[in-house]
C-alpha cells in the first residue's frame, strides 16, 4: 500500500501570514500532486511535480507555490494566505508512466482555515 | 468544463438497494478512475477503466465506459452502510495525460 503523510493535519493563520503546507510520499513515485478540495468544486489541481526540482502549474495555482526538493518531499507554499485560502488540502503520489494513466495515492489532508 | 451537466450530486438508499452513478466527459480520454473519499480521509482508487475496456468488476462494484457517448458509470450492487461516501470520476484528459481532472463527485448516503 503506498504511503503518503501530509503535516501538519490542521493550520490556522491570518490573513498574509505565511504557510508552508509539507507532503511526503515513501513509494519512490515520480508524480506528486496538490490539490484543494472545496464543496461544489471537487478537487482541483494546484501544482503537479514529475520529479525533483521540476514544478508543473495545475488549473488554479494562483497565490500558491510549491517545491519539490527531493523524489519523496513535496511543499506548497502561501506566502500571502488570504481567506480565500481556506480550504481542505490534499497531497497524492503516482507511479511513473504518463501519471494520468496511473493511481493517485492521497495523504490524509491538510484542513487550512485563514482568518 | 471538461464534464457534462447530468453527474448527480447526492443519492440516498437503502441497505440491498443498487445504485448506480454517471459520469460524463466532453474531452477523450484513455481512462476513466472512480475513486471513493470517505469522511475525513483522502480519496482512494477503486475501479480503473480503460478507453479498450467497456466493463470492469471488482467485487460489488461495476464500472462502465462507453467511450462514443463518452460517459461512464459506477454501479454498486446490493449497498452497505459501509458504502456511504463520496464517489469521484476522474479522466485523464488534462495536461497531456499528465495530471487527472477531477469530477464534482456524488454523494452517496446508504441508510439502514
Known amino acids: 500500500e503506498a504511503a503518503v503523510t501530509q503535516s501538519p493535519r490542521n493550520k490556522v493563520t491570518v490573513t498574509g501570514g505565511n504557510v508552508t503546507l509539507s507532503c511526503r510520499q515513501t513509494?519512490?513515485?515520480?508524480?506528486m500532486y496538490w490539490y484543494r478540495q472545496d464543496t461544489g468544486h471537487g478537487l482541483r489541481l494546484i501544482h503537479y511535480s514529475y520529479g525533483a526540482g521540476n514544478l508543473q502549474i495545475g488549473d488554479v495555482p494562483d497565490g500558491y507555490k510549491a517545491t519539490r526538493t527531493t523524489q519523496e518531499d513535496f511543499f506548497l507554499l502561501l506566502e500571502l494566505a488570504s481567506p480565500s485560502q481556506t480550504s481542505l488540502y490534499f497531497c497524492?503520489?503516482?507511479?511513473?508512466?504518463?501519471?494520468?494513466?496511473?493511481?493517485?495515492?492521497f495523504g490524509p489532508g491538510t484542513r487550512l482555515l485563514v482568518l | 468544463s471538461q464534464w457534462g451537466e447530468e453527474n448527480l450530486q447526492a443519492l440516498s438508499i437503502q441497505e440491498g438497494e443498487d445504485v448506480t452513478m454517471n459520469c460524463s466527459y466532453k474531452t477523450y480520454t484513455t481512462v476513466v478512475h472512480w475513486y471513493r473519499q470517505d469522511s475525513g480521509r483522502g480519496p482512494a482508487l477503486i475501479i480503473l477503466i480503460r478507453s479498450n475496456e467497456r466493463e470492469k468488476r471488482s467485487g460489488r462494484l461495476r464500472a462502465t465506459l462507453d467511450t462514443s457517448s463518452q460517459s461512464s458509470s459506477l454501479s454498486i450492487t446490493a449497498a452497505q452502510c459501509e458504502d456511504t461516501a463520496v464517489y469521484f470520476c476522474a479522466t485523464d484528459a488534462y495536461q497531456g495525460g499528465r495530471a487527472l481532472i477531477f469530477g464534482t463527485g456524488t454523494t452517496v448516503s446508504v441508510s439502514p
Open positions: 497524492a503520489s503516482s507511479d511513473s508512466g504518463t501519471g494520468g494513466q496511473d493511481t493517485q495515492y
Open positions: 513509494n519512490s513515485h515520480n508524480y
